[in-house]
């Protein structure tokens, strides 16, 4: 069933604007979900969830959601401007119907005026046919003076509800823990992937990103309903300090209160001292988005249909020929002719790509991060990042440049001459040597530079980095307000990347942040895959790999391999080189260039080059389904295995990684998911080498034994169907 999700999921999605009884309402059917809206004294509400895709009967949604607004959070934004609560008091303007800015996706667009403040907001939510929604506010100040936006929650309200009534007086099962709920608990680099699960307490839970971006965990969430066997993926699109908030009747003694047993509610949004924005009169500003669905089904059949959601109206599709490519990559460390024969040494290994790193600009040569922000070419490399480009070319390569464009290194010329540009608190302390992109002239200046290096070097694909944590981040004075950063910062940067790919499609674009500090769905909208972590040893690499894609794609991921100097050491070398088949591979170098390139190290790696190119890429490159076979273990807790198997949709062909982690059990049988019953399989297990014939059916009921005797070892098993010709084979 799972491996016709991609197929299934992407359907039917319509808008109704009608009555609910005396209330103006607005329905949201997209696959298999729908929500439903409506105006109830002066509040925008949610009335009930469906995951099956059944419209409930008008009589029957004209009472709902069978609680008053006063006794639960129904409201489906949070809104305080000038020190005011805007959840209550509005009157409907307009309804209307638009295209999305994404192929193939609608718009529904409800305009509510203030009946007290001169505010407008319009509700924009967008269906792209997937069970999930997305929703943003553009809100205007139809007033004469500045309005300071002091919270913002873009959707917020109930995720279930029980009413007796609407249930014809069936009581819910009584069970503990009503609701589990998962997300991402890491603050610090390389704790990206650490998804853990924790029963929901009763009341309000908080998980807030405080470094001064989304990362390196990320505003998203799972929430299982363990009474209806539901599950609710909540994510917001936002890459600066958020907060995310659950809510669950605090009432645990359901059996004398059963009908409030399983209601839950949530809000979620930017986060920092207020004002977070400062409205001008008749201006508009533009929320953060959130995508919420609810869904019922296995964790893997939800994560597919999430994916598939991303895919359609979120990430944006490579550019034509890049779909996926072999990366090599280096900070300039020397002076001269070094980084060339880089790029030899890379061609010769198979890469197709090659990324000048970190080094490459400034007035002399030395310490990269100290001249950040002087991005003229550094005179120490002979003919230029020119010289690199046509050298990459002429070898058949890709050629590709890392940028740090938010920054103001200590020595650079920038710093000294626009010291004025640099982020500070409202008592002009410096907070970090970060252009304050509220500052005109500093955000003009980003978005010329930007543009400018990726046109003038006329790079293949291009990587953003942001190697510093802000925190609350800076303040700048307006209008009598002490207004945060953050939100201007980020529309300067969102617009930049708009920009971007309008005007350069065919670049493919790289998010990083020390590692995945912004893997958030604000910057993934506008780039093309994202850094996994900088710590890439094992087995903190594969176990980051099997957290991050419950989030996002696989083929959305890159894998820096061997960017820490000893990772090498901590596993063998087929399981060390086993990780870059599970993402987009980024090989920080090969080692010494004068070493033997006939060794051992160099022929197994170029082997899994070869194999990544060969068997892995149709599975990469064609939106595969990814099974979890141990989704729990997160990144710290002791755990005996991580086995994790990607496989097309149409179940031609998969492969799945088993990896040993600790010592205990020396068999883990493995029954592959990604299959039909019904055909026959080609098999090969990579370690021996051998490749034999097997029924799917067998595969899936029986399983494969797969013995490792050592910790810190693995194990490849690759699958084609029998009829299929398999392209790329290594033996």
Not at 87 to 112: C, I
Not at 168 to 185: A, C, L, R, S
Not at 309 to 326: D, N, Q, W, Y
Request: include cysteine; charged fraction near 25%.
């Amino acid at each position: 069933m799972e491996s016709d999700l991609a197929d299934t999921l992407r359907g039917h999605a319509a808008i109704n604007f009608h009555q609910s009884g005396p209330r103006p309402a607005a329905r949201y059917v997209s696959g298999a979900g729908v929500h439903e809206e409506c105006l109830d004294h002066g509040r925008w509400i949610g009335l009930y969830r469906s995951a099956t895709g059944q419209v409930q009967r008008e009589n029957v949604s004209a009472n709902l959601p069978g609680f008053s607004t006063l006794q639960l959070p129904l409201h489906a934004f949070d809104l305080e401007i000038d020190g005011q609560d805007l959840r209550n008091r509005w009157e409907l303007a307009s309804r209307s119907e638009r295209a999305g800015q994404r192929p193939g996706t609608r718009e529904a667009v409800v305009e509510l005026r203030h009946q007290t403040r001169p505010v407008i907001v319009k509700v924009v939510t967008r269906l792209d046919g997937t069970p999930f929604l997305a929703r943003y506010l553009e809100i205007t100040n139809g007033g004469s003076a500045p309005a300071a936006l002091s919270r913002i929650s873009p959707w917020s309200g109930m995720l279930w509800t029980w009413d007796r009534s609407a249930h014809w007086g069936e009581t819910p099962p009584v069970t503990e823990q009503p609701f589990v709920w998962g997300f991402f608990d890491a603050l610090r680099q390389g704790s990206e992937g650490n998804f853990v699960w924790e029963a929901l307490p009763p009341g309000w839970r908080r998980i807030e990103g405080t470094n001064g971006h989304s990362g390196f965990g990320n505003p998203f969430f799972i929430i299982r309903n363990q009474v209806t066997g539901e599950s609710a993926f909540v994510s917001l699109a936002w890459s600066g300090n958020w907060y995310a908030e659950v809510w669950h009747d605090p009432d645990r003694d359901l059996s004398n209160r059963p009908e409030r047993g399983i209601n839950a509610a949530f809000r979620m949004g930017p986060l920092g001292p207020a004002p977070l924005r400062v409205i001008e009169p008749g201006e508009t500003i533009v929320s953060p988005e959130t995508h919420v669905g609810v869904l019922h089904g296995g964790l893997d059949e939800m994560v597919s249909a999430w994916h598939a959601h991303l895919r359609t109206s979120v990430i944006p599709p490579a550019p034509k020929g890049k779909e996926m490519f072999t990366i090599a990559g280096r900070v300039v460390e020397e002076p001269g002719t070094w980084i060339h024969g880089e790029i030899d040494i890379a061609h010769d290994m198979g890469a197709e790509a090659f990324m000048v790193d970190a080094g490459w600009y400034g007035d002399e040569f030395g310490v990269w991060w100290e001249r950040v922000g002087d991005w003229r070419v550094g005179n120490w490399l002979p003919g230029g990042l020119a010289a690199c480009r046509e050298l990459c070319h002429k070898r058949g390569m890709l050629f590709g440049l890392w940028m740090e464009p938010e920054r103001m290194g200590p020595k650079s010329t920038l710093l000294q001459e626009h010291p004025d540009w640099c982020l500070r608190t409202d008592d002009s302390r410096e907070v970090a040597q970060v252009l304050d992109l509220a500052h005109p002239e500093a955000a003009s200046f980003l978005n010329r530079e930007v543009v400018r290096v990726i046109r003038d070097h006329q790079l293949d694909f291009f990587k953003i980095d942001y190697n510093v944590r802000i925190h609350e981040g800076g303040q700048r004075e307006r209008h009598g307000f002490v207004e945060s950063e953050g939100w201007r910062h980020y529309e300067t940067l969102y617009a930049t990347f708009d920009q971007v790919r309008r005007e350069m499609p065919d670049v493919a674009l790289e998010c990083c942040a020390s590692g995945g500090g912004r893997n958030d769905l604000g910057m993934m909208s506008r780039f093309h895959y994202a850094c996994e972590s900088d710590f890439s040893m094992f087995p903190r690499s594969i176990r980051a790999i099997n957290g991050l894609t419950l989030l996002l794609p696989p083929e959305a991921l890159c894998y820096y391999h061997n960017h820490m100097p000893m990772a090498h050491q901590k596993a063998d070398l087929d399981t060390h080189l086993r990780v870059t088949l599970f993402a987009r591979p980024i090989f920080v170098g090969f080692g010494a260039q004068d070493a033997d390139r006939s060794s051992e190290y160099f022929r197994t790696t170029k082997r899994y080059i070869e194999l990544h190119k060969g068997f892995c890429r149709p599975v990469l490159a064609g939106q595969p389904i990814v099974y979890h076979h141990t989704p729990d273990i997160g990144l710290y807790t002791s755990a005996p295995w991580c086995v994790l198997e990607y496989a097309l949709p149409d179940r031609s062909r998969g492969y799945a990684g088993v990896f040993r982690l600790s010592s205990g059990d020396e068999e883990y049988r493995l029954r592959l998911r990604g299959l039909a019953a019904s055909a026959e399989y080609e098999v090969t297990l990579d370690n021996q080498r051998q490749t034999f014939r097997m029924s799917g059916r067998d595969l899936v009921m029986q399983g494969l034994p797969v013995r490792l005797d050592a910790a810190m070892t693995s194990e490849l098993v690759m699958y084609a169907k029998v009829e299929e010709k398999v392209s790329g084979r290594i033996y």
